[in-house]
């Protein structure tokens, strides 16, 4: 199996959603994916636009985790929802 | 007073309330002890309320003895999850940031509570901010769950479903985002009910994601549950999404005949991946139900296979955003699982939220669309049993998935839909865990709910069942 195929990736953002022993592991020892680097590089990009700041430690777990949302996401964002309009709506008060 | 006594119902409790058989001041202090007894073992409370308790029971004692009786929740000891602001009582939402946090009000629901005549017995553990599945909680170190102390209680209310279910108070009041009522009240065999969004006020409850978040009420019987809500419902201007829709009186609404009502089986998503004791045990329930008088339909809903993608651009984006002053100030307060969601959710894409909130629109269409072909859906609250403490991988039947993946998935569609949902006590494995069946229904029709639940609880007895502790 690849790396960066989708089980791995499903298996990191797994990882770090359990919290503390996944991400202490990423914390200690970085080693980003090929495809979590582009959007860890994407992200330390991102900060310096934005102005929203994320230690270099948090590139990693945010990184792996973003990179996995994305991947997961591939589903949605192919539906076509035609002229369907959002959940939320606003009214004047 | 007997442990016994603190373990039944508040539909039971209340009338031996009202007739002052028993004293509020001597059911508090029973329930009490119970909780100093339990706490190390389960650890369920956050906060425990004795001073502020025993004056609300003083003050309930009196005002039954001179016949002024509030109703059903007068002198009941009820807990509230610590996700909601209590007036004079630090709230801490299972978080560092906020551990000495005191509010100079209360939540709205608390605010009802209190007026209903409850007495607020502590403050329950959940997870940090409400951002999880299982109550460890880096802060408060981990709530366990009754039933096994070695596994967890479910969460995020995971304190609150171990609390209801040890009779360490008769209800409690918690929230549910992704499920954070109705998993815990699953593995804990309780009842949870998330009620329809709208239905009780989030004023006062700290966010997690504000277009997610419903409050309601975890019970030990489907009628207690209805007590609480008849309680807690009903407009706020202090809530914008409270809705001003009539609130009937659940309690004598789900007494009605389920005879003739349709209840839906999906084809797909709701029973796939399922552990097979908790597989067989719904199917049961399911022929309890038609032996009950109700119609089986097969009912399919188009794009549930998009939920947990659409949950996760909405949970995370929103709750970065309410928490985006803290990560500015005291980022390294929170714990890390928590901090890494918040991260990420400041790099998600506007057009993946608003993507989400549109297929979140379509989805409800879809429910709409299968509701008219059932008056409830049923399926199991959780795919699988809660694991040990510290362990996050589960055996969903045939897949081994994350236990987040696992327990929010069949929850999730009911968050992003707003319909209500109920988690009723089903069955147990072969392990002595519990086992909750999960029945969903139309917007609004909490009654309905509420009526199949009962009927179904009323003709078992998994409610009865209560967990062996000494």
């Known amino acids: ?93 | 007073m007997t442990e016994e006594l603190i373990s039944r119902p508040i539909s039971e409790l209340a009338p031996l309330l009202r007739k002052r058989a028993i004293s509020p001041v001597e059911l508090f202090d029973a329930t009490l002890q119970r909780i100093h007894r339990l706490q190390p073992k389960l650890n369920s409370f956050i906060t425990i309320t004795e001073e502020k308790g025993r004056q609300a029971a003083i003050r309930a004692e009196d005002e039954i003895r001179h016949g002024y009786y509030r109703g059903p929740l007068h002198g009941i000891p009820i807990s509230i999850k610590d996700l909601f602001a209590t007036r004079g009582v630090r709230t801490t939402a299972g978080s560092r940031i906020l551990a000495n946090w005191v509010p100079d009000y209360d939540a709205t629901a608390v605010a009802k509570l209190h007026e209903a005549g409850m007495v607020m017995i502590g403050k329950t553990h959940m997870h940090e901010f409400a951002y999880g599945v299982t109550s460890d909680n880096p802060h408060y170190g981990p709530a366990r769950n009754p039933w096994d102390a070695m596994r967890v209680p479910g969460g995020s209310s995971g304190g609150s479903g171990a609390a209801v279910a040890s009779s360490q108070c008769a209800a409690s009041l918690a929230s549910d985002s992704g499920g954070s009522i109705r998993i815990p009240s699953a593995v804990c065999s309780v009842v949870g009910l998330k009620p329809t969004y709208g239905r009780v006020s989030r004023h006062g409850a700290i966010p997690l994601a504000w277009s997610l978040d419903h409050v309601g009420p975890i019970a030990k019987t489907v009628e207690d549950a209805a007590i609480v809500l008849s309680a807690t419902a009903g407009p706020d201007s202090k809530d914008l999404s409270s809705s001003s829709r009539f609130v009937p009186d659940y309690q004598k609404e789900m007494m009605g005949d389920i005879r003739g009502l349709r209840v839906g089986i999906p084809l797909h998503f709701f029973l796939d991946h399922v552990d097979p004791e908790i597989g067989y045990a719904v199917n049961r329930a399911i022929r309890k139900l038609e032996a009950l008088g109700m119609k089986a339909v097969e009912i399919d809903i188009p794009g549930l296979e998009n939920c947990a993608a659409m949950e996760a651009h909405i949970n995370l984006a929103e709750a970065a955003s309410y928490h985006e002053q803290y990560l500015k100030k005291q980022a390294d307060a929170y714990g890390p699982g928590v901090r890494t969601d918040l991260e990420a959710g400041r790099f998600l894409l506007a057009s993946d939220y608003v993507k989400s909130q549109r297929a979140r629109a379509w989805l409800q269409r879809n429910f709409n669309d299968a509701f008219g072909n059932a008056d409830v859906i049923v399926s199991p609250t959780v795919p699988a049993f809660p694991p040990v403490v510290g362990q996050v991988w589960v055996q969903s039947g045939d897949r081994r998935e994350h236990i987040v993946d696992a327990f929010v998935r069949f929850n999730i569609p009911y968050d992003l839909t707003d319909l209500p949902a109920i988690s009723v006590p089903c069955g147990f494995g072969s392990t002595g865990l519990p086992i909750g069946l999960q029945i969903a229904g139309r917007a609004f029709e909490e009654a309905t709910i509420l009526k199949v639940a009962h009927a179904y609880e009323q003709s078992t007895e998994w409610h009865l069942a209560s967990p062996a502790l000494d």
């Not at chain 1, 592991?25 to 700041?53: E, H, I, N």
């Not at chain 1, 985790?65 to 994305?70: G, K, M, N, P, T």
Request: aromatic share 4%; charged share 25%; glycine share 8%.
């Open chain 1, 1 to 93: 199996m690849k790396e960066n195929s989708p089980m791995a990736i499903f298996s990191r953002r797994a990882w770090i959603r359990g919290g503390g022993a996944g991400i202490a592991v990423l914390l200690a020892k970085p080693r980003l994916l090929a495809q979590d680097t582009k959007v860890g590089d994407a992200l330390q990009s991102m900060s310096s636009l934005t102005g929203t700041k994320l230690e270099h430690r948090w590139v990693e777990p945010t990184a792996t985790l973003v990179s996995a949302i994305l991947e997961d996401s591939k589903s949605l964002r192919s539906l076509d929802l035609g002229g369907i309009e959002p959940a939320i709506t606003f009214s004047a008060r």
